[in-house]
């Protein structure tokens, strides 16, 4: 499985769809709220136009598309709505637990969610201690994906070369950052929000369903630990 991961100094994350199952239950705020105001998204609309995505992007999208003039306080009650429902909702992804316990290279997050919200995520799923302050977000940039803005920002931040670095991702403007960045970008398809998902619109991309076949070059034996 390409590319020569011993070349790979630093691996990224995405988090939503990548770290935690997330996308599903995002989607479905995000409907329910919506109906509130009489507009029906589809799941398509939600692929295309939400996944990977900051929340702002997704906003100017909705209001264009529907014409629709969205309250101030939108994103805020979107925002808690979403966290209440993580309390009793959220889950990892299966197996992502042993993928960073045994990952031996430098790994970071980069994600279009918001600082409070990527925060409570990883403190909810407790994968918070395998990144630390390592947590880099799209209001951190000028711009978001699909730009390259935010991967490179994380890369500089790591002080590793964007050509030695891999990138975990579940969306298209995740996929298309990465790959203006110069990295080496994978597809992680595990999440619910994948399942029949046409893979033939990521192109030739290495796309991976468990974390059980995340590439292990990048892990320590299992008989080092």
Known sequence: MPPEYDQIDLVIFDCDGVLVDSEGISAAVLTEE?????????PEFVRDYCLGRSFPTVARSIRGMFDL????DFEA?????L????ECE???????ETVLTRLDRAAC???SSSSPRVKKTLQLTGLDRFFGDRVFTASMVARGKPAPD???HAAREMGVDPGRTLVIEDSQPGVRA?????MEVVLFAGGTHLHGVDRASFGTIKIFDSWADFPQELLRRRDSD
């Open 69 to 72: 003039q969205l309250p101030e």
């Open 150 to 152: 935010l991967f490179l």
């Open 109 to 111: 997050v980069a994600t």
């Open 83 to 86: 966290l209440q429902r993580y």
């Open 77 to 81: 009650r979107y925002r808690a709505v």
């Open 90 to 96: 959220l889950k990892t992804t299966e197996g992502i």
């Open 178 to 182: 990465g790959q203006a960045a110069g």
């Open 34 to 42: 919506l109906a509130r105001f009489g507009v029906t998204i589809t």
